[in-house]
């Protein structure tokens, strides 16, 4: 065997190099290489030794396939795509102090009562687990809970007898495999660890959970290989400032990775949002200029939430434009197109725009809504009280359709909104391009938008000068005052 030397690991992305740098080629971060021992290896080649045949079978399912496991926290269900499935790796990643263990410790508590459940610890003691199960009501849930951060140690005790139906390990940058001499937390520790988990758990047929660290940057802690190595990543998100926490999926190979579990931090734990609508407008007031309620879609389920909007003067040469809850290059298409297609100017002003409730929306249909609220802003007009609006725009200043449109007006009807503006319905429009009357079955009334300047016409200022129509549009002339 070859003599062993030390290798360079990047511990961001998990770039080797022969000798240390200051910054990582692959990924561009700073101070991040150190210097882990290099495993001896075997020489290249397989060599003379002949290798074993594997048997190949069909797809055809010999036998019926075990049920999904309910967790009992429809949120959590929900975003595992209905339940948890036997043999599967979950990746649960997000902030420190966003509730990450008290999830998992309470989904434990409400699984010990339909399966055994086994709750690894190595980050806190014994003890400390069982004061926050204490304070969540579940002392007396029959959790098998241990302090152990050997991975050699935790896959011998889950070999031995019957393994456990569910386990948790929190979290997986504390665990070590005692062969590698780099320390816990490194991208080979991360790696390793997870891979031998991962391959007991499919063996043995459990569900695995294992809690990840994030980075500043938000992504989670270690080599991208861990997501990839795990079925399932999901992302808990939210604002320290707000009691909501958001349960995102952002991979899932046995279901939707479209989906939100919606949760509020109260004093007794983590309870489930089953209304996020009505929780999201809970504190909006109506009537106010740039605030907006955009009917939006997460997975299956209807969300509204509120868009607010701010445009003040500027005294500096190059106007702030803050975004929080979107997309910034989103914001900035849709400014453009309000100033070039409708003669809208934000020239000379401070934009905010701000997601009420902590909620980050990513899909295109928010579009209207967000030049509604800025429009609004800009003239001190109000959008109605009572509206609804979604829509995506593009850049020729069309207003496009969205998927799934009557789920919205359902969801707006049901939490009281009079009307909706909406894209033309290519469907249910008439020759005059208003819609059918089958289409206000929800009984809103629906202003359909062709044109962004349908959404600028509302706000009427008498004394704004006349826009140039867009190119090739029918749009009439703005009312807006420019700066």
Request: charged letters at 20%; one cysteine or more; glycine letters at 12%.
């Amino acid at each position: 065997m070859a003599k062993s030397t030390a290798s360079f690991v990047c511990q961001n992305c998990g770039a080797s190099y022969t000798k240390w740098a200051g910054r990582c080629d692959a990924c561009g971060e700073w101070n991040t290489i150190a210097e882990e021992a290099a495993r001896e290896t075997a020489p290249k080649g397989l060599g003379g030794k002949p290798g074993r045949k594997i048997a190949f079978v069909d797809l055809k399912t010999e036998g019926v396939p075990p049920p999904r496991r309910t967790t009992g926290i429809g949120e959590l269900d929900r975003v595992c795509g209905g339940g948890l499935v036997a043999g599967s790796a979950i990746l649960v990643g997000g902030d420190p102090g966003i509730g990450k263990s008290t999830l998992m410790l309470q989904a434990s508590g409400v699984l010990a009562g339909k399966a055994s459940v086994a709750y690894i610890t190595g980050e806190e003691a014994i003890d400390q687990v069982r004061l926050r199960a204490d304070r969540l009501g579940l002392s007396k849930a029959n959790v098998q809970l241990a302090a152990a951060t050997n991975v050699r140690d935790i896959i011998a005790s889950l070999e031995t007898g019957t393994p456990p139906d569910v386990v948790v390990i929190d979290s997986i940058q504390t665990m070590f495999v005692d062969s590698i001499e780099s320390a816990p937390g490194t991208v080979t520790q991360v790696r390793t660890c997870a891979h031998e988990l991962i391959r007991v758990a499919k063996r043995r047929g459990f569900t695995l959970f294992l809690v990840g660290h994030v980075t500043k940057e938000g992504t989670l802690a270690g080599p991208r290989v861990l997501e990839h190595m795990v079925d399932t990543v999901l992302y808990f998100e939210g604002d320290r400032g707000h009691q909501f926490r958001i349960l995102r999926a952002v991979k899932n190979r046995f279901g939707p990775t479209d989906e939100i579990g919606v949760f509020e931090m109260t004093d007794v734990g983590l309870a489930e949002v089953l209304n996020p609508s009505a929780l999201f407008l809970a504190e909006r007031r109506g009537n106010v200029s740039g605030s907006c309620v955009f009917a939006g879609l997460e997975g299956t389920r209807p969300v509204l939430v509120e868009i607010q909007a701010l445009v003040a003067p500027s005294a500096l040469g190059t106007p702030r434009r803050a975004v929080v809850g979107w997309d910034m290059a989103r914001l900035n298409m849709v400014i453009a197109v309000l100033e070039a297609r409708c003669g809208v100017a934000f020239t000379g002003h401070d934009l905010y725009l701000n997601v009420a409730g902590g909620l980050r929306i990513q899909e295109p249909a928010a579009d209207l809504a967000v030049a509604a609220a800025l429009v609004s802003a800009l003239s001190g007009d109000p959008v109605p009280a009572d509206a609804v609006v979604f829509g995506e725009i593009g850049l020729s200043g069309e207003v496009r359709a969205v998927a799934q449109r009557d789920l919205r007006l359902k969801e707006a009807a049901k939490l009281g909104f009079k009307q909706a503006w909406a894209p033309r319905s290519a469907k249910k429009a008439d020759a005059s391009g208003h819609n059918k009357p089958d289409d206000t079955k929800t009984g809103l009334t629906i202003k359909s938008m062709g044109h962004v300047q349908d959404v600028v016409s509302h706000f009427t200022d008498p004394a704004a000068p006349k826009a140039t129509p867009p190119q090739g549009g029918k749009a009439g002339p703005s009312k807006m005052r420019g700066p």
